[in-house]
């Protein structure tokens, strides 16, 4: 039988009916044996994250502060889903773990991974799967890098021995200590995803609390359609101009197996949101598949007569930049002159140094420094096979009245990137968007 992965979000498991819902969507298919949890979310704008608040216990802790006034209102927390679900999930024996590992003087990482672990026991015991604790299971350098193929290994032998499991997700361990280590926030889509890969699964279902990804950021575009089909590498360079729907590292695993990722909603199932995969199916859609942007880049700009003469220009311009710890996003040039484009939030205050090397190692001729530049990812996979797309961006931001102040688009015709002013930030988007999605009635 094929094995399906899922992954439920924070607000997937917030509190009891959230959890009957997930139970309904697991029993749906005999297929989906793997659930990996997060700790529960907000339940209502306002409310805390469980996750938020044992950082707020480690502060606590840290701070020499009394800290069983924040215990109870976790314990309650979680004793409340454990009531209204009808389980014993022997909540009392867990907190009494808990309060003596604390007075022990546990490690923050371990009171902050108590959110995910709680909340595995609940969910096992509610749906009558095994518990699966991925503490000695996702396994992690001393300097807190995943350890990939030792994790594929463990995973995979644990997996092989239980039919159908709950894995909390979020955390494992140092392989050297045994200690706790954290994923960054959001990481238990990281942990589903090596749990795919390691279970073999025919799909990584990550369940939230929106139906897949849309076209362009609903903030900006009324209503954008939601983007039924797209690639991993489509994904990331979405992703990376802004359009988050799940961790960043969660790719990579599914990816390497060849394991499509469909994002659902929780509330909606019948929904069938996003997939990512590999495929290339184009049957339908737009030649673009989504528009992402960020607003706030600066451009230096070098000039320096018969630059193109010089050999090792680029190189040692780089070197400034890298030896300032600074990454660039792209670097337009002409015959004459260079261009770096980098988030200013990069530059910060780094930028006067960096003038200065510039001016002293390259001798230019001149340097400009441009704030406020905004930068719009057309991203499709489509492209590639299609005469046009680039002059249609461009017809359609000139018929609005903006100046194209960037266009770059790379050999691999994934993407085109246009950088225009920031205040015509959102009117690029809206316009571009416009162009290439035919208008609902
Ligand atoms: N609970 C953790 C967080 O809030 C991890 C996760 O939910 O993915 O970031």
Redesign the pocket.
Known sequence: MSVKVLKF??SSVADASQIRKIREIIEADAERRYVVV??P?KRYSGDS????LLIMLKAVIDNNIPYEPLLAPLKERYTSIADELGIDANLDEEFDVLRKNLKAGCSGNYIVSR??YLSARLIAAYLGYDFLDTKDLILFDNKGRLLADETNAALSAALSEHERAVLP??YGSYASSGDICL?S?????VTGSLVARAAGASVYENWTDVSGMLMADPRIVDNPLPIKNISYIELRELSYMGASVM?EDAVFPARLSDIPINIRNTNQPEDPGTVISNSDDCEDGSVISGIAGKPDFTVISIYKNMMNNEVGFVRRALAIVEDAGISFDHIPTGIDSLSMVIASSELEDKLDDILEAFRVQLKPDDISVENGIALIAVVGRRMNRTVGVSARICAALAAEGINIRMLNQGTGEINVIVGVEAPDFEKAVRAIYNEFVPARS
């Open positions: 979000g924070g997060s700790a979310g994250k469980i996750t938020d959110g995910e997700g979020f994923f926030r959001g990481g238990s889509d961790h």
